[in-house]
């Protein structure tokens, strides 16, 4: 059956669309493809390459059809000539185009004169049955082609498509399997055999495991998967969308995200996270649940905003990308805008998952004056962001941090882009207990052998942060004089801290007051009772 893209791929040749530009890193794939739909439509189909020239590729072995034709303008003359019906694929036709003459191989002139070609093919195409395929990784063409140009986004396999990579490594593994049956000595039992029939529901998981992957690469850690596991095991699957992370220039892929129970305080929007945490499965759909969109966490600094957005990808299971704002900015004309829409476009092919913008005001910054610094590069990143956000349908959940929200354009708090604005404040007195707590237990003492009441009065207007920091000053002191820590340390290493809130007394007092008409209480109220120790009884 054919997929909506082979469909659309098959309405543009039958009405004549001269150029079609088909962006997509898999050759085979796409030549795969193109092969059906000409078979249907009855025309030829024939590639060009530098290296090869043109060579027919619907026949059962690809035959050269004129090997000298290496330089685009000989092979174009070929097209322009020939009366057969045909679909003609040029691979990297972008590399000759580059009027600059940047490469040395093509001078500038002769690409003015390639551009002119393909400018004088379009009508001879359109009242031929030909049809001219522009096949390429990257989307890059002269501005002269653009009215003439049409781009077919092939870059990711559809569903389909990843499903019958999926059947080719299970039969290959079948064949494996049963060629070698023979030879394998009795007695190595069952254990060892690759698990190669699989029932609808893991075949599924599988599948939609792999989005984001292009077919090479699905088939590749399928068949690393049955290597590794004997059998498909989504964690090996999930853990190569590594790889695209770390390809990217922009989005970062964070492994080591924290668990809830050492976020301390933020009572109120643990629930609200908790509720949602299984929002993105299929049987939320069904009861009529949307996919949750995202958070944006105001608070003072050293609040805990970072720690909770690692926290979140832990608690929902789901990949934690960090998107660094400051690497999407470049010196190339166009290219920031081009990083921006290949972060979210990649973020989306990897979804379910957890998109993290840090400290979000830095990132936004020179929005105002945009237009005379940088001819407005960042106002149209950050328009494509915003567009991005409000119309996105992937499973994408966006949780962007601020300190300084006079530095955040408006049009970005609005309903819509996020569904909700949290505001994370100083923790209170049961609170700084908690976090106490936590990070004692987790540098392997015992809540219960401090003051923990004590200690938390005397650290009124401390972040969580800052409480850290104090513990871990009190053990310096405690590991240099050869003891145990005790709560003299703490208390001596509190006096000794000038917490934030009273060096930067006056933004956070404003900061603090903004929040309390514009935003959610992350934390619950003072005095209410929040059941912290139950999570530290068996220690960190």
Request: aromatic letters at 8%; hydrophobic letters at 45%.
């Given at each position: 059956m054919a997929t909506d893209r082979e469909l659309e791929l098959e309405v543009l040749i039958r009405a004549k669309y001269p150029l079609l530009y088909l962006l997509s890193w898999e050759e085979r794939r796409v030549e795969a493809l193109l092969r059906r739909v000409a078979a249907r439509r009855k025309k030829r189909l024939f590639s060009w390459t530098v290296t090869e020239g043109l060579v027919a590729i619907d026949t059962v072995r690809p035959t050269p059809v004129d090997p000298s034709a290496t330089m685009p303008l000989k092979a174009l003359e070929y097209v322009a000539q020939s009366r057969d019906p045909a679909v003609f694929c040029f691979k990297d036709l972008h590399l000759f185009m580059q009027v600059d003459g940047s490469s040395p191989q093509v001078p500038g002139m002769d690409a003015i004169i390639l551009i002119r070609k393909l400018r004088d093919m379009v009508e001879l195409l359109k009242q031929s049955q030909k049809t001219l395929c522009l096949l390429s990784p990257v989307l890059r063409f002269p501005v002269e082609l653009e009215k003439d140009i049409t781009v077919l986004d092939c870059s990711v396999p559809t569903h389909e498509e990843l499903a019958e990579a999926l059947d080719r490594v299970l039969r290959s593994a079948r064949h494996m399997q049963s060629s070698g049956r023979e030879e394998r000595k009795s007695g190595a039992g069952r254990g060892h055999r690759v698990q190669t029939e699989l029932d609808e529901a893991t075949r599924e998981r599988a599948i939609k495991a792999a989005a984001g992957l292009t077919a090479s690469e699905a088939e590749n850690v399928f068949a690393k998967s049955l290597v590794m596991k004997r059998r498909l095991d989504l964690d090996v699957i999930i853990a190569e969308k590594k790889q695209l992370i770390r390809k990217s220039r922009v989005l970062e892929y964070h492994d080591a995200v924290e668990d809830m129970a050492y976020v301390g305080g933020m009572a109120a929007l643990k629930s609200w996270l908790r509720k949602r945490s299984l929002a993105f499965s299929e049987r939320a759909r069904r009861f009529g649940l949307p996919e949750p969109r995202g958070l944006l966490l105001l608070g003072v600094q050293g609040g805990g905003k970072s720690l909770l957005a690692k926290s979140v990808a832990s608690l929902w299971k789901l990949p934690l990308l960090r998107l660094d704002m400051g690497k999407v900015f470049s010196e190339m004309v166009g290219a920031s805008e081009h990083n921006i829409r290949a972060a979210l476009r990649l973020a989306e092919s990897v979804s379910p998952c957890v998109l993290w913008l840090d400290e979000l005001e830095k990132g936004m910054s020179g929005l105002g004056s945009s237009n005379r610094s940088d001819a407005g590069t960042a106002a149209r990143v950050f328009g494509s962001f915003l567009v991005w956000m409000q119309e996105k349908t992937a499973p994408v959940f966006v949780i962007a941090t601020s300190n300084d929200i006079s530095s955040l354009p408006p049009e970005l708090l609005r309903k819509g882009r996020f569904d909700e604005i949290f505001f994370i404040d100083l923790p209170d007195l049961q609170e700084r207990q908690e976090i106490l707590a936590i990070h004692l237990a987790r540098r392997h003492r015992d809540p219960a052998r401090f003051d923990l009441f004590s200690l938390a009065q005397e650290m009124e207007g401390f972040s969580g942060a800052e409480i850290e920091q104090a513990i871990i000053s009190a053990l310096y002191d405690a590991f240099e004089a050869d003891r145990e820590l005790t709560d003299q340390d703490l208390h001596r290493n509190i006096g000794q801290t000038v917490p934030l809130s009273k060096t930067m007394h006056e933004p956070i007092s404003a900061l603090r007051n903004?929040?309390?008409?514009?935003?959610?209480?992350?934390?619950?109220?003072?005095?209410?009772?929040?059941?912290?120790?139950?999570?530290?009884?068996?220690?960190?």
């Open positions: 903004w929040a309390r008409t514009h935003a959610r209480l992350a934390s619950v109220d003072e005095g209410a009772t929040v059941p912290w120790m139950a999570s530290l009884e068996h220690g960190p």
